[in-house]
């Protein structure tokens, strides 16, 4: 029994980019899947509402987590360590539901081209896995970086975690007092945590996704704050209604399980944000927003965010499976790269995370551009024609509709809040 | 002869966007066509040095100017009408002479699909002739756009000439001042005038080039400011040092002719200018770059202006020439595509131009963002492999060369000036 758990955890620590590292220093890996044990024990560990506190289970997880284990150890009920440990479930859990999904494609669809006569078996394709990448920031911290290019289903799915930390600069901290924290005008220490993904399908009938769930605190004279911010949006390039009211319905279950006026606040607040002001257009039918969460208590937010989080999967991957196999041609390629073109312009140009990320000095820009499509395409005055498929989204994209107010009696549009 | 030259404008005007406004007002364009006539006489005029004036010569342009004939016949003496001119030829000169790219690779090529057996001649395909949009702006002025894309030799090639006036809002007034221009700190009254163009050929060992001149005043309680400002620069996909070489050759003559120190000056503003600080590297292989030239004269500016611009399609066409039936496959595409993401996040991320154009309120956004490529891709952790012809690349793009210095003799590189 010990042999086999050391073995599992030794096969997941190979999963790691810095594994070589590791291979050298045979004493830290012996330590690390010691560790691990203690801990498989929990593996059948349900998620209880009573119990919030995550289980560190590193066989589970997609590399190593940031902070060394015994320190998480140590911390446990600190919100770091419990903000970290949930953002490494998160992760794994998300990037084993998409590989599933090209697992699937690739039963479907597997061809001899795949098949290792000298060993009887049918070669998976490297595509169909996420590739990780786990990255220190010399500053302090660093991340996980899974991203999986090219697959069957996903063109490009890149969920990536961060834990960083180090010291505010001086504009940084202008910028949240600008935001009405009351900070010191200083320099400050500061922790971040959080997990950020895009999927970008390769069928035009399957949408775009995007969340982040990340929690902040800075210290100064007066102690720490802390706060909670993230979301969930969802991009699609033909709209069904349908999968906009399962959407929308399925975060709203997360919101109302915690405070009944989030849901009406948060939508609204993602609705302003991915907002394209030069196109007078949103990136998509949008979800859920909300950045300075710090009520009713920390344990609270946690769990807020914990529910946020884990409602991801539930409101994206029916909407994948009902539609991965939809028929499509060059007309709906040709949409949905032109969408993503608008995405693009979103995010270099407006998206706070990325600009943020990139004025870093010394950002991994390669895990903050991940959230770009593989393709993407710039029409000179392409206009959708009239009554298609594609000016039906682009009304929906210029006004805002209530998604559960959505009245199939009102007619197809819903009920526009702008 | 009188009626010919009429018919000659008429079909000159017959390009133009707004044509049907036109059409509906026949005295107008009767007007217009007689007005031209006058300057027919003058499509002989060869430039000299002596003489700079531009001459109206409707029939030559891509469409009607945007300030109404008679009032820049009224005014030939006065900057604002000399710019105009000069950008709505050098837009005509390039259109051009981009078409005729086009029609030679469409002899080349044209198959019975495009043959009009009916009236036995081949069909030109529509997308190897430019799309002129003329669109006039509420608030004062106008614009040409001309786009072709998905041509046989360019797969997207914007020129535009914009001519606007108005007020400018107190944050633009407060940036120039930060420029260091001595402007009174509120809203004033400006004039700007300008040709931008940005061409991306379909041919992955053909470059892409963009140029830019303009001219803008700015009236105060003191009087009128003014100055011109632009460059021309090449974004290759291959370095071939020989084309680097002749590009900088001709810019420096261009410079050369007027200020043997602006070569230098503005060869480095070029590279420091088109610079993407989250990659460490520059969009291309540099050119000229300048801004608030106001001196020895506003004349001898703007016959510096002129060479400069006059200099494009010599440094660029014979490039075109002699790479555009260049061998390449699917390794070399794909690359010419990370690199066009390239373009896409300095032009959304860092340019000047775009930012304080997308962010003017009305601004026509098609117009801007018809800089960006057709296509282009973004792929994670994408690294040239080890001495390939993309590393090459990569390695002048970190580290810019004195083209001008090049000595084959020091070995492949050029001489570094980083």
Redesign the interface.
Known sequence: MWYKVITRSLKTLSYVGSYKKIRDRPHRLFYAAVLGTGYVAYSQYKKSKVEMKEIIQLHNYMAEPITPVDQLERNRDDMKTQMELLIMRIQAEFCKALEKEEDAAWEDEKTADEYDFENDVFLMSPEAKF?V?RWMRKEGGGGI?C?L?DGRVFE?A?VNISVVSGTLPPAAVQQMRSRGKNLQNSELPFFAAGVSAVIHPRNPMVPTIHFNYRYFEVRDKDGVQWWFGGGTDLTPYYLNEEDAVHFHQTLKQACDDHDKTYYEKFKKWCDDYFYI???GERRGIGGIFFDDVDTPSQDAAFKFVTSCAEAVIPSYLPIVKKHKEDAYGYHERQWQ?LRR?RY??FN??YDRGTKFG?HTPQ?R??S???S??????????HEPSQNSAEEKLMKVLKEPVEWLNFNKSEGREGRSTA
């Open positions: 590739k990448d970086s991203v290019q490009k890149g002001p030069h196109r790269l073109g693009v312009e270099l140009m990139l950002a820009y390669e903050i551009l991940m770009l499509p593989l393709n993407a395409k710039w029409e000179y005055m």
